[in-house]
């Protein structure tokens, strides 16, 4: 991946500057699908600066910058849409640059967690990442319930500690961590793809946790969890009254560890028939 981002100063006195940011966006943001290599090209007005416009482009490679910048389609909106407005002309351009592989390949599973809790608004953007995930037919049915309750938080430790039995060797004896905020992930059964929706909802939170600088780790059993009359205890209390299964819990909170590294990627694992 190569990112390139270029920051333009429009020129004093133009008649419509708002129309010239629009046709600066549009043009260069259409771009994408007709310059191969192009992934993404998103065009920013600054917040504080009216006279600054920013275009924030990732490509494939370096090749594909090169091609990009003599591609008829793109000199053709830089002429119309951009060099006649525009005063000045920074460019910045580096390796790496996609902060989704950044995330997808850096992330891990944390298992050692500080006492402090996150903020709040950190919390509900990480539930927001997981409901906002996709769902078979959008059915929607996966709900995330957050344990706040301390007698419920420690009925939910206890019966995992139960299903699970001697933790893993060398793990602590807590399911959870000892994380600050534990979020539960449950999906309506009535929805065939259930589970599936939920670990997609987990999938897209341990992400988003990555991103926002918190560690997360899924915690599972949450299945027979459900199942026990404590699970059903749950449910009552988040006023679910459907056929709920569990799919997985979420232990969050801000790392008391370093960031493992990256698991190496095996091309083995691909395979084509
Ligand atoms: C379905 C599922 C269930 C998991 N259950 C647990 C769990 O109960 N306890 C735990 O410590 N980690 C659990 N994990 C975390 C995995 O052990 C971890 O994702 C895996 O070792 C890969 O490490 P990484 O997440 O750091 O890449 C679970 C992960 C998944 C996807």
Redesign the pocket.
Known sequence: MYRHVVIWRLKDGLENPAAVKAGIRTSLEGLVGTVPGLLRAKVYADAADAAAVMLDALLVSPDALAAYATHPAHVAAAETFVKPFVASRTAFDCAGGSELDELIYE?????AFRPEEPPRALVDEVVKAGLLAPTGRNRQSTVVIRLDDPEIREAVRAK?EEI?GAP?AG?VND?F?AAPVMLLVVADTANDTAVYDG?LA??NM?LKAHELGLAA?????AKPEIDSPLGRKILARAGLDGAYEGV??L?LGYAACPL?AP?PYNPARYRAV
């Open positions: 992330r891990r599973s944390i298992r995992n699970r893993p793990r399911p961590y670990s987990l999938g341990m780790c899924w915690i599972h059993r997985g819990h232990a493992p698991h």
